[in-house]
């Protein structure tokens, strides 16, 4: 089976710039995070949506900052303008939400790794 | 807040010597403790999940503990190949679907 799909895998621009990060999930999952991952944080947990619908988005930083999911196999991680500090890798991961154990973990994508200059 | 303290940061083992790496929490409520594993240029990889003190899982060379202040991840006689990055991360009874991860142990086995 595909796993969480990332697209670009890599992606360079400079300061200023709009920049989109493409996730296709796991085909029958019901939830989709974004994550930010760093070497000073870690994995930071930006937004994530429940059956395309946005839960908790606390961890987006700001309004440079937006995430769309318009169907059950997209979403979108939007940053505009992009900054330096924005640099990182980030990661999608998707997961079949559900109150009876065990509990479904997250399954991540590849990641792509933002640079911005 | 949730939080998670992984530790040691970096670990370098002779392969098949033993060692534990250690998860440390607080959490308003645990509904389920995370290991994931991450390779370089990867995403993180599930390993296993603990739900109460006193569960372990086992995997190969891997096994997982669960207490209720910690989780250790024990690998017994490591092999190169289980060089990478160990993930911890919890989830509450009160935080939705949100995990949140430790900065991870970056585990290096040397032939």
């Known amino acids: 089976d595909a796993g969480v799909i990332q697209s670009p895998r890599h992606e360079v621009t400079e300061m200023g710039q709009e920049v989109t990060l493409r996730c296709k999930p796991i085909s029958g999952h019901n939830s989709l995070f974004w994550y930010r991952q760093t070497m000073m944080r870690g994995l930071e947990l930006l937004i994530y949506?429940?059956?395309?619908?946005?839960?908790?988005d606390s961890g987006m930083p700001e309004d440079r900052f937006s995430a769309k999911m318009p169907n059950a196999s997209f979403s979108t991680l939007k940053i505009q303008p992009s900054e330096p500090r924005d640099s990182a890798v980030y990661f999608c991961a998707s997961s079949l939400i559900s109150d009876i154990r065990p509990l479904r973990p997250q399954h991540f994508g590849d990641g792509t790794r933002l640079s911005i200059l | 807040e949730d939080q998670v303290t992984q530790s040691p940061e970096a670990l370098r083992l002779q392969e098949g010597e033993s060692s534990s790496l250690n998860c440390s929490y607080t959490v308003s409520g645990l509904r389920g403790l995370f290991w994931y594993r991450q390779d370089p240029g990867k995403g993180p990889e599930f390993l296993f999940t603990l739900y109460s003190a006193g569960e372990e899982k086992e995997k190969e060379r891997l096994k997982a503990t669960l207490t209720k202040k910690e989780s250790f991840l024990h690998i017994t006689a490591p092999k190169p190949e289980d060089s990478a990055t160990y993930l911890c991360a919890v989830q509450s009874n009160f935080g939705n679907e949100k995990l949140t991860f430790g900065t991870g142990t970056r585990l290096t086995i040397i032939p």
């Open positions: 949506f429940n059956n395309n619908v946005p839960i908790d």
